[in-house]
Nanobody
Framework: VQLQASGGGLVQPGGSLRLSCAAKGFTLNYYAVGWFRQAPGKGREWVSC????????TYADSVKGRFTISRDNAKNTVYLQMASLSPEDTAVYYC?????????WGQGTQVTVSS
């Protein structure tokens, strides 16, 4: 059982990135899936989540209107499309999958927004 985050990298301010959170060994569609991030010297910040019941999406105010979370059940993957990135979005991004009595975390992927 594994949850793998990927897609991070270096991007210029105003640019876009798409993060992926892929599940191996379990069906991601049965789980609520979300993202946290942690910037250097700061605490962990919740970013976004997509529910397992009806795919309701929620976002932190800091990313609302710029980030979009979605599922691809055929690929057993959840995506976080990030646009209009700013240096304040620089952080390690972690995905998680959660349901009753079960929770999995990905290893984190670094996003750096810099010119």
């Amino acid at each position: 059982v594994q949850l793998q985050a990927s897609g991070g990298g270096l991007v210029q301010p105003g640019g876009s990135l798409r993060l992926s959170c892929a599940a191996k060994g379990f069906t991601l569609n049965y789980y609520a899936v979300g993202w946290f991030r942690q910037a250097p010297g700061k605490g962990r910040e919740w970013v976004s989540c997509i529910s397992n019941s009806d795919d309701t999406t929620t976002y932190a105010d800091s990313v609302k209107g710029r980030f979009t979370i979605s599922r691809d059940n055929a690929k057993n993957t959840v995506y976080l499309q990030m646009a209009s990135l700013s240096p304040e979005d620089t952080a390690v991004y972690y995905c998680y999958a959660r349901r009753v009595l079960k929770e999995y975390w990905g290893q984190g992927t670094q996003v750096t927004v810099s010119s």
